[in-house]
Each structure stands twice: as C-alpha cells, then as structure tokens.
C-alpha cells in the first residue's frame, strides 16, 4: 500500500504538464534542506514530478505537453496534515469557545454519532477536504472516527475519494454504545473495506485508528494490532494525551503490542506530556507526532514539551471546525510559539537573546517534508524528480500581502495567506485553478452541506452542554477553572456570549 521514491520512467502515452516560469521551492537530498530554482519550471508526468528545470522550457518536452504559465509565482509542495477529523465541518463556529473536556461530552465521536447519518458524514467529509485542498493542504491523515456504522464508514471514505485529496482514511475501532456498535461488529466493516478495491485508483489509502492501547489496553487491543499487519496499513494513529488527561497512548503503549518496529508509521497526536523516555522511543523507531498547535492551545491540553522533539515530528490541524483548517496557519503559529519558548529561557535568566532560535525554512519543512516522513513516505511533501505530483502554485505576483518578495520561503511561510492559493494539483491533476475549485458539482455539495449543517447545528443548539465538575473520568484529576480574561474594566466582566440564534 506504500511506495517508495522510484526513479521516474516516461511512456509515450503519459500525460505531461509543464508549470513554467515560476520560483519553485525544491528539496536537495544530499543538504537535507531547501534548494531554490528562480525562473525555472516543473515537469509533471502523469502523478510524478519528472523534472525541476532551472529553465522556464526545458528541451526535449514530451509531445503534447500542456504548459501553464506560473512567471513570478510561487511553487511549492503541497502541506501535509497530519492529524483532521474531516468529519466534523457541520459544527464550525458553534464551539469557538470550548475546551478540550466540553468537547468529549459535546463534539467527539462518542456524544455526536447519534446526531449525524451516513449523508451528514460524507458531505462533512468532502466539504472538509474541499476546504483543506482550497488551502493547498494536499495530504491529510484523518482520524476517521466516524465509523458508527458500517454506513457512516463507508460515507467517510467515499468523500476522501470524491474529493481528490491524498487522504490516508485511518478508520477508527471504537465501541459506541448510544448506537450499540462495538469494536467486535467494527471488524467485518473494516475487513470488507480492506479486501475492496473501492479506493484503487484513487490517492486514498487505508490506515488505522485507535485510542486504547494504554495505560490499560482493550480487550481487542491484540486483535487490532494483528489487522494492522494483517492488512499492511498505510498508518496507524492515536490520540496521545497523558499527564492530568490520563489517556496516554504513549510510544511505549504502542511498543507492548510490537507495533512500533513494523514498516507500518505511527503518528501520534498531539502528545501533550509525552515523557522524555517516550520522546527517545519516537526517535529509535523513526515514528512521529503530530503537533497541533491551534488545537492545543485553543482546548486547553497545551504542548509542553513539543519543542524539544521537533526533530520527529510533523504538524496537524485537528477539529477543523474550531479554528483556521490550513497548516500554514498551524505552521506560523507554531513557528511563533516554538520562537516565544526559547526565547524566553534565555529571558527567564536575564539574558538577552542573540540568535533566532528557529528559522522560517524550518517551519516550512515541518508543514511538507516532515508530514511526509511521518507517513514513511520520501515521495509525499518535497519537490524532487520522482515525487509524488502534489504542488502549490502561490499567487504571489497579484497577493498585496506578498508583494516585494525576496526570499520565497519567507513569502509563504510569514505573508501568505490561503487566499493566495493559486493552483493546487494532486496526484498530477488540477483540483484548483485560477484561485477556484475545479469539481464541477461544488455548488451542488455546497447547498446540500448547508441543509446538512442547519439540522444538525440546529440539534445542538438544543442540547445541553456537559456540567463539568468534580473530577475528570479519564484520570480522577479534578476540574479547575482558570483566570478568565478581562478584556473590560473590572474583574470577570467582558466575556460575552455565542451568537447562534439565527
């Protein structure tokens, strides 16, 4: 189900496409960093680069190459996410201001499965990629936790088809006992969809979801471990809180059920109070986190120790529907915080600063490369000869926000904006052009999305949110209020209200 970076073999029948003249951003195998071209062009051939030319036209094109002009524009790989739950897009803007506990009784798998049918998900889904193609986000590892029924699984992987992203559709074992649909009925479902060729031809591939592999593992933990060799997964994933949280999912969980030595990645998400141990582990076995910084900050389980194992990790986006869906935005903002930490360990001493203690080009490798080397795949994330063909064409000739540009990492990573996304191709074809998505039926989608997200928005406007007091079931840490801030003279005022009423 993977593959490895191969050399690239031409046929007089592959369909070439030719991006020229543009600044593309390319990845040098023997600096292990960034390489440059300036006025150079791309060669696409059928879902591979074929070449990186320091020349707008190149000799010897194939016959009957399509040629897009890119002159002084941007080009990129695409961003890779590495942790979505593409599922959720019905909910955006109805939970701006919760945290991670309110979500668990509210929004995850668990509270909201009775809500959605097998049309509500894949209209979820596709809408959710949509958004994240739109973006120039070209791969997503989606934590499909959706699978409630064997409806609703299939609804989630039909809309990662239908929507031409690169989607590794990790389908999740879970028991979801509102809707008395356990893991043990989860089984056949997920053999069915492995032993299909419904995803054949299409970027989508087959991985893994599961969130009880410790501190004490499920009963059809085994089982689970077993399937994913059984099958050779494309990933497997799990939400890794630990600390107060209590759901820990650490590297050492994984590593009892000899799943972390396989040729099989696993991402783990989030990784909140991964321990020092742990972090060496990650580093031993060549698997990684996944980092989402927007979430973290905006649900409350924070990222203390991210910074110092950057080196195996990559970025996510998570609950799409809470905040900004793009991994540039994951990728600033990280940048900043990463920037902000290190900067005041030096400050906290009464020292003042004499380096910047992470460059752009790092942040840049951390939202395409390293998503890549998360899924153990060299071809995904870089522009090289051979690569996967999944690129960004970034107007930066018109965008005001870049305009002067220099240093086109700089351009992108600090004043880019997803509006700037020009042209977005995936597997080698176009899914975005000229700044619109090329899905003839988006209208379509969009208006039966909308009726969609009204009925189910409609439902939890209705529903009661959690009373979170007393200690938190997970763990048996108690719930604590913080300091709300005040942002009007005097104490606790100021914090207004959701405007949902419609």
Do not use: C
Not at 12 to 29: E, K, Q, V
Not at 238 to 261: K, Q, V, Y
Not at 451 to 468: D, N
Request: aromatic fraction near 10%; proline fraction near 5%.
């Amino acid at each position: 189900m993977r593959s490895i970076l191969p050399a690239f073999v031409g046929t007089a029948s592959a369909a070439s496409t030719l991006l020229s003249g543009g600044t593309i951003i390319a990845f040098n195998n023997e600096t292990n960093g960034l390489d440059v071209v300036r006025n150079g062009s791309l060669l696409i051939t059928d879902d591979r680069i074929a070449s990186v030319n320091s020349s707008p036209w190149p000799r010897n094109l194939p016959n009957d190459t399509t040629t897009i002009d890119v002159s002084d524009q941007i080009i990129t790989p695409g961003f890779v996410d590495t942790h979505r739950h593409g599922w959720q897009t019905a909910f955006k803007t109805i939970a701006s201001n919760t945290t991670l506990a309110e979500y668990f009784g509210r929004y995850g798998e668990f509270a909201a499965a009775s809500s959605f049918d097998a049309e509500d998900v894949y209209l979820g889904q596709l809408v959710g990629m949509y958004e994240s193609l739109d973006a120039g986000v070209t791969t997503v590892l989606d934590h499909a936790h959706h699978t409630w029924s064997n409806d609703t699984a299939y609804a989630g992987l039909n809309a990662s088809i239908d929507s031409r992203a690169r989607v590794f559709w990790a389908y999740t074992f879970h028991n979801i006992t509102s809707l008395n649909y356990t893991i043990e009925m989860q089984f056949p479902n997920f053999r069915e969809i492995a032993e299909s060729d419904l995803y054949a031809g299409s970027p989508v591939e087959l991985g893994i979801s599961y969130d009880s592999w410790g501190p004490t593992p499920g009963p059809e933990t085994h089982q689970i471990a077993h399937l994913a060799n059984e099958y050779n997964v494309s990933v497997v994933t799990t939400h890794s809180l630990a600390g107060p949280w209590g759901i820990t999912n650490l590297p050492s969980d994984l590593h009892r059920f000899d799943i972390l030595n396989t040729s099989i990645p696993v991402v783990f998400s989030h990784g909140s109070f991964i321990t020092a141990n742990d972090a060496q582990l990650l580093r031993q076995t060549g698997q990684y986190l996944s980092i989402t910084p927007e979430s973290e900050m905006h649900y409350g389980h924070t990222h203390p120790h991210s910074r110092f194992i950057q080196d195996q990790a990559a970025l996510g986006v998570d609950t799409h529907f809470t905040f900004a869906a793009d991994i540039l935005t994951q990728a600033r903002l990280w940048l900043q915080t990463a920037r902000y930490d290190f900067f005041d360990d030096v400050m906290k001493k009464w020292e003042i600063p004499s380096t910047n203690p992470m460059s752009v080009e790092q942040s840049f490798l951390l939202a395409t490369r390293s998503g890549g080397q998360a899924l153990h795949r060299e071809d995904i994330g870089v522009i090289q000869a051979g690569a996967k063909a999944d690129v960004v064409v970034w107007n930066a000739k018109d965008s005001w926000s870049m305009l002067g540009w220099v240093d086109p990492v700089a351009a992108v990573m600090l004043h880019a904006n997803p509006g700037d996304v020009f042209h977005v191709i995936v597997e080698g074809q176009l899914v975005k052009k000229d700044g619109k998505l090329t899905d003839p039926n988006h209208e379509d989608v969009k208006s039966r999305f909308l009726e969609s997200a009204r009925k189910i928005q409609k439902t939890f406007r209705e529903t009661p949110y959690p009373e979170l007091e007393g200690n938190w079931e997970y763990s048996g840490f108690p719930f604590a209020a913080p300091q709300i801030a005040d942002v009007e003279p005097g104490n606790g005022t100021g914090y207004g209200q959701l405007w949902l009423d419609q």
